[in-house]
T-cell receptor, first 114, second 113 residues
């Protein structure tokens, strides 16, 4: 079955540590996205990538970094510079930038800073 | 940039009653419009989408939405609520030139037996 996988489902981090969230898709989609979800705020875009080896900042990129070395993978690193990292993180992908931008979502990773 | 307003952060309905979730967007041209559903601790699942053509769009699980350009609205309805409809619902919009989605803050639906 095609889809998007995110791991781990739950992640605990001590203050001052960097952590990396995994996102893998086997849908052969070109574009991938990372969102942060906080209660009552909807989804906010962190980073997105249109193609391998290229990515752009979204609305709340500070304290985060990404890479896109493979079409299938778009890992997100939450750095120690992110002041309030506790949140639910969602990865998404879409098939083609020129068409309807329907995005498919992974199951999410819940990050808690201890 | 697009903005999306979902009126009402929480909606409570009785089982069998009408579900109505409101969504308004800001755009000078007709955008692409989406409704997603999210169950607790899960990702988002597409309910339905409007691109072009018929303004009344039917989706999964008995939901439908109507695009009204004059009102810049895309309200979601379901004639008869089921307990399994309890979830959070998000309206999202993108325009022709932008591959990013702008999401509303979400509406949580509870269904009373």
């Amino acid at each position: 079955d095609g889809g998007i996988t995110q791991s781990p489902k739950y992640l605990f981090r001590k203050e001052g540590q960097n952590v990396t969230l995994s996102c893998e898709q086997n849908l052969n989609h070109d574009a991938m996205y990372w969102y942060r979800q906080d209660p009552g705020q909807g989804l906010r875009l962190i980073y997105y990538s249109q193609i391998v080896n290229d990515f752009q900042k979204g609305d709340i990129a500070e304290g985060y970094s990404v890479s896109r070395e493979k079409k299938e993978s778009f890992p997100l690193t939450v750095t120690s510079a992110q002041k309030n990292p506790t949140a639910f993180y969602l990865c998404a992908s879409s098939i083609d930038l020129g068409s309807v931008k329907e995005q498919f979502f992974g199951p999410g990773t819940r990050l808690t800073v201890l | 940039a697009q903005s999306v307003t979902q009126l009402g952060s929480h909606v409570s309905v009785s089982e069998g009653a009408l579900v109505l979730l409101r969504c308004n967007y800001s755009s000078s041209v007709p955008p692409y419009l989406f409704w997603y559903v999210q169950y607790p601790n899960q990702g988002l699942q597409l309910l339905l989408k409007y691109t072009t053509g018929a303004t009344l769009v039917k989706g999964i699980n008995g939901f439908e939405a109507e695009f009204k350009k004059s009102e810049t609205s895309f309200h979601l309805t379901k004639p008869s609520a089921h307990m399994s409809d309890a979830a959070e619902y998000f309206c999202a919009v993108s325009d022709y030139s932008d591959y990013k989605l702008s999401f509303g803050a979400g509406t949580t639906v509870t269904v009373r037996a």
